[in-house]
């Protein structure tokens, strides 16, 4: 998915953490679920949902994105 980039960084304790703007907010990325169904043999995304947690607030974030 070419309009959304992943960053790698490291946390305030050199741990590596994966970063990406959810719902326009700057967060770190937690996971990344994906709805599917098999379609004549080949799997078909429905949509996609990230989970993260806004790096200012501290506080959950969730996007849907829907394949159109």
Do not use: F
Not at 12 to 29: Q, W
Not at 30 to 58: R, T
């Amino acid at each position: 998915y070419n309009k959304r980039k992943i960053h790698l960084e490291k946390d305030n304790k050199g741990r590596p953490i994966a970063t990406m703007s959810i719902n326009g907010k700057y967060c770190r990325l937690l996971y990344i679920w994906a709805y599917a169904e098999e379609q004549d043999g080949w799997p078909k995304v429905h949509h996609v949902d990230i989970h993260g947690e806004d790096m200012v607030s501290g506080k959950p974030e969730m996007e849907r994105i829907y394949n159109k």
